[in-house]
């Protein structure tokens, strides 16, 4: 996994079946920098919010949401509580925002269509990331890198295993 960018996003499985998804974003060092995330439904595919970050990492859209959590921005559904200025990113890049939540729903319907192409690789890559964590494991990106690695985590230990785009070669979803 590269180290490009400054945030590191983690998803976690709270249940043992994967039918739900967490994250947890870190912008830096320190309290503030940490960044809740909701915990939503995952159902038996790619959870929303891992398909979304892909789609705008893999696409360089960099004021949706992923590169506003990143630049400070505060929106209700995470845990930290709303700031004028991070309320205020959100404003100023509201059409980028929606534009790449629209751009997201195009590349995974293509996806599960069964495009190839390199956002589709960057995609099956995180489910199959997705499907191997195991009770404790995280499925760890780096903001902006659309590649993510699986991280098992311990009291003393964090150790990753990457997760390669490959070709797709199905319907997997």
């Known amino acids: 996994m590269s180290t490009v960018g400054g945030m590191r996003v983690e998803f976690t499985s709270p249940s043992e079946r994967h039918r739900l998804c967490a994250w947890t974003a870190y912008r830096g060092k320190g309290e503030r920098s940490v960044v809740p995330g909701s915990v939503m439904a995952a159902g038996a595919g790619l959870p929303h919010d891992v398909g979304q970050y892909v789609v705008e990492a893999a696409t360089g859209l960099r004021r949706g949401f992923w590169g506003l959590v990143e630049q400070g921005a505060t929106f209700k559904s995470t ?3 709303v700031t004028k200025p991070g309320r205020a990113l959100i404003v100023t ?3 980028e925002l929606d534009e790449a ?18 956002v589709a690789r960057h995609l099956t890559a995180a489910l199959d990331g997705w499907r191997m964590l195991d009770t404790g494991d995280t499925l760890v990106f780096r903001w902006p890198d659309a590649t993510g690695a699986v991280g098992q985590r311990d009291r003393t230990v964090h150790r990753l295993r990457p997760v390669v785009p490959r070709q797709f070669t199905g319907n997997r979803h």
């Open 79 to 81: 845990g930290r509580r």
């Open 93 to 95: 890049h509201r059409a």
């Open 101 to 118: 939540e629209r751009i997201a729903g195009v590349h995974l319907a293509r996806w599960r269509a069964g495009d190839a192409g390199d």
